[in-house]
């Protein structure tokens, strides 16, 4: 059953929506149960997500990986609200997404949601600090907020630079920055060291890191690289839609440890489908 | 607010060439307007001079038909004017000459055209005596007479108001006296008021004559009653002034009265003064200025709109992937479009003070410039600030329409996918649209030409459908035509300038949107002028004389020639002396409005007809040869209507007659002759023919000699004509030349030799002025008011007619032409940024072309090919557009247009249209010169660098 789309109207809700709202203390800061999305490719129907659950407490950091295909950037976008569901439900801070319109949708997600691209997505014409300010340009303290963070990720003295001036790395911290900056709840990366040589993709691991240790940041991350993987505090794998295993990260020395234990999930969650089919 | 504001304002910024070509557009679009309107303003002030210039404060006057010495307007007529409830007043005037001196200074020369002649040592001034309540003119000092007066009771001295003219000449103000008439006779007046008449006159002519039926010739005002005790006799109502209440139909009013008048015992007419009629075109002329000025907010609606459309949804595309990541963090979609409308906000508002500045600039260049047309200086005004401001903001806002949808569609999904490559739209879609759009022009064709409209407004309806009906069937041809020019005329224009055909391939095919807005908007100005030149052209044809018209037209004035004389004439050394033929010219009142003139006055509906008495034999007849007149006939034929002339009282009358009275050949009509309405003429009509250009020649040749206009030109036998309207001689020869060979000149010497000598006297040769009655309306005996001896021969050749007819109309069309070609190069500025726009977006590309090996030059000539293939685009969308909106116009002005129902066919002028696409080819072609410069000055690398970072 189609549940009805985050862009859809929700009538009636919208007066006593507020994305400010406390969250239940006891909520995780994200809740995927049973979710489920479909593709329809002209008369063929594909299931990218299938049944797939995932609990991400607050403080951990999550990596989800996965082969090209896998569906975990559909996860990812269904995760931020940006694409409607088939099934099952997804809960940030407690909130289900489910009949946010999309007004509702876009203010839950400025609030609520920190968002890191891959291509960062930086707009050309503004300076790095008024890219990081972007999300709160019009609320009160934003430009504090955002000066702290630009301090805080060692950006201080390219603060006035536009993206074409900043290095791959630092484009990548003022998107982290910008994510940042209205406090959400969970931080939605996806592929952040993508364009980035090894160096800043580093960088921008331990970044990360350090959010989640020091500032008790939740944070979800999409990517299909060991190394990456390694700073989180656990793994979720998926494989054509599904979840098929999970490990914590500490049992990994480095990342080709974690590379190995990722290729034996891969291959057992093969060997699984083989003998079920 | 604010965010959206920044954002907005660092978007435009992103692209400053851009944005400035927009600008710079949406300025022109404004100045634009201000430019047309401010001069709507500054002309219309001006021709409040000329409206008073005739009447004063009257609409019409009215004078009897009769030439005769005793004539005047019965009583009766003036009681009938003032019971109608339209006629506020109906003032009788009686004008004489008297003797003035005065008391004050000697007396001054008058000046000349002032209406006053000086004799032998005796000041004649024209008094006019009148019942009028109020000065006719505006009153510069004193007041107007009668006023301190009681019913009945008199003044000593006799009040007198005085023109400026008179109080000028004759040194006195107001409370100074003059004396009328001579020795014991005379009597003392005193000035009460000095009154603004109209200065010298423009045309000179008619305000010369003292018939002429208008105060502006009045020198002196006088109550009618102290006007009897002046000039001691009875009043005499030598013409009526006529005020009509606010909002009467002037023209409506004269043909409903026109009838009426001339059934009176004395009958009288509404006089057509040329003056008059300048009056009332003038007014027709504002009425048009002003139609004009709404037109060319509206273009310039559209150019700005267009322009902007094109930035704006430039931008929109160019920046998916930031609205998207905008929408994924930030802003709703709400926020997207408000960034959208606020990026048209700002480049309105740039383009509005540029506008008005640069607007400012011009109409004072303007002012100083245009010397006495506007005397009264054009500068900037509510209305044109006001429509200005309609044109950009509006432009602005409905340009951002569109775009700021689109920019609501963005996901914030988009924000993760990676760039698209641009694809090839499928191409089934444009010919669907092509389909459709066909059938939208073919709709309009029908219900113009085989489902004409029946009445004015359904006509307007039809015209506006029309004009809508095109408009979007084009619209919808547009993408089927880009791909047509991508398919066809890029791989010629890629041969013929020397560059692979696949480098050409489909540029304009992948950028679909941007190609046709562009296009439309370089196209939008060359389709109005292609309009304006068919319909123009169209329309005028039917003005210019046909190869019926004889070669050459003789007046012999004041004389005339008898039946020896024209005989003789005819035998002059260069004319054909089987075809020349002497005529005799009346302007009759058609009976009964067979026209219905009275509710839909037209250039051919009207109540009157000029009727020209020929021998049948010399104008129709003749064997083997052709005939003087040559027509084609449309209903009848040559021989009956010879046989129907010679016997049957029969004429011939324009197709276009019958079309418009419903009548039919054989069907008979009553004229109603002039100097004896009581005794109407039947004439049978033996057939109709092409008329071409019959107003021409009637105007040029001075054959409208009652009336201004008339509604055909009617051909019947020479003494039917003479016996029916008691003509004696003929004045007038129609002739053709013995060999085309023959110059007009050489004739003119000869009839003016052989006028001489018969006269025995010196005769002058000289062209018929347009505005001259001066054998009917004048006396006949005093050929200049102004001491210019009359022409007394007047010679006017068809093929000069035709000359002057078609040199008119093309000043007129290339007139009205200029804003259309200013709109084509403020559409080149829609183009130019659009073509910079793609070559942007193509860097990268172009960058491996390079680094393939491909030469500047090459590149060069392929970003100038692109700006051709768009202004090919243009050009054959304008031209399609243009022609049937010229077609159907043409069609519909029948229907609409005072000069319409000619049944025009039509023209389409190819000179005048090649030089529309030339200029629009050009503009192309230079819109693409400055991007292709400056891509053949870049260095692979940068291209390479430069197309990545825009990737």
Sequence with gaps: ?277 | MKTVLKLAIRFLQQHPFRLFLTVCATAAATCLVLWVVSGYEAILRSYDVFANRALGRYALSVDPISRKWDRQVLPEIVEALRNDPDVIAADRMWAERVVVQSEVVKLKAPPPGSGSKPGKGVKECLLLGTDALAPPFDLLRGRWIGQKKGPGKRTDPIEVAVSAEVAERYGVDVNNSLIVGRDESSLPLRVVGIVDNPPVPITGLMTGSMTLPSPSIAGIYVLMEDAAQILKRQPVITFVGLCLNEGVDVHAFRFAWGPKLSTFKEPAQFQEDHDLEEQLDEAASAENLKLQSYAATLMALLLAFLVIFNTLNMGVLERTRQFAMLRAIALTSGQVARIVFAEGFLIASAGFIGGLAFGQALLLLTGSLSGSVLRHGAHLGVLGISLAAVASFGAAFLAALVPAWRATRVRPLDAMAPPQASKIPPAKRYWYAALIGLGLIGLALVFTFVFPPTNETGAKCRLLYALITLAMGFFLLAPAMVRLVDRFVGPLLARAIGISPKLLAQQLSCHMGRTVASAIALGVGLAMYVSIQVWGYTMLETFVPGQWAPDMFIAFEPSGLTAKGAEEVAHLPGIDTDRCAPIVVEQPRLRKDLTDSATRASVIRQDNVVLVGIDPQKAIGGSGRKPLLDFTYVRGTRRGALASMQNERGCIVPEHFLQETGLQPGDRFELVPPENPQKPVLYTIAASVRFQGWHWMTKENNLRVRAHRAAALVIADYETVCSDFDLFKAKHVWLRYETPAIEADQIADKAQGYYAGILGETVNNGKPKNTSNTSHLGNENEHSSQGNPADDIQTVSTEAVRQTVRAHAKRWLWAVSILPLVAVAIGCLGVLSVIVGSVRARQWEMGILRALGFTRGTLVRLVIAEGLLVGIVAGLLSLGFGIMAGWCGAGLSHHISFFGGMQPALVVPMMALLIGLLVVLQFAALAAIGPAIRVGRTSPLHLLQQGRSAL
């Design chain 1, 1 to 277: 059953m189609k549940q009805e789309s985050q862009a859809g109207s929700a009538s009636g809700r919208k007066e006593d929506f507020n994305p400010k709202s406390p969250f239940m203390q006891d909520a995780p800061p994200l809740l995927v149960d049973r979710l489920t999305k479909r593709f329809r490719q002209g008369s063929q129907v594909i299931e990218a997500l299938r049944d797939v659950s995932l609990t991400v407490c607050r403080g951990e950091f999550v990596a989800i990986m996965g082969a090209s295909g896998s569906g975990k950037s559909t996860l990812l976008h269904a995760m931020a609200g940006l694409t409607d569901i088939d099934a099952g439900s997804i809960q940030v801070g407690g909130r289900d997404l489910a009949g946010l319109n999309d007004t509702q949708m876009t203010r839950f997600r400025r609030e609520q949601i920190g968002l890191v691209f891959q291509a960062y997505n930086l707009l050309p014409l503004l300076t790095a600090e008024e890219n990081v300010r972007l999300p709160v340009m019009e609320s009160r303290g934003g430009k504090d907020k955002a000066s702290a963070l630009i301090e805080r990720l060692g950006l201080a003295n390219r603060r006035t630079h536009k993206p074409d001036a900043l290095s791959g790395g630092e484009q990548q911290r003022v998107a982290i920055a910008r994510a940042l900056v209205t406090d959400p709840a969970i931080l939605l990366v996806d592929e952040p060291t993508g364009n980035l040589d090894s160096v800043a993709g580093a960088e921008i691991c331990d970044l990360l890191r350090s959010l989640c240790d020091e500032q008790d940041r939740t944070i979800v991350i999409v990517t299909h690289e060991p190394s990456v993987a390694l700073a989180a505090d656990r793994v979720q794998i998926l494989k054509d839609g599904v979840i098929v295993d999970g490990f914590p990260t500490a049992r990994f020395p480095d990342a080709q440890e974690l590379a190995n234990g990722y290729q034996e999930a891969l291959q057992k969650a093969a060997g699984c489908q083989g003998g079920a089919s």
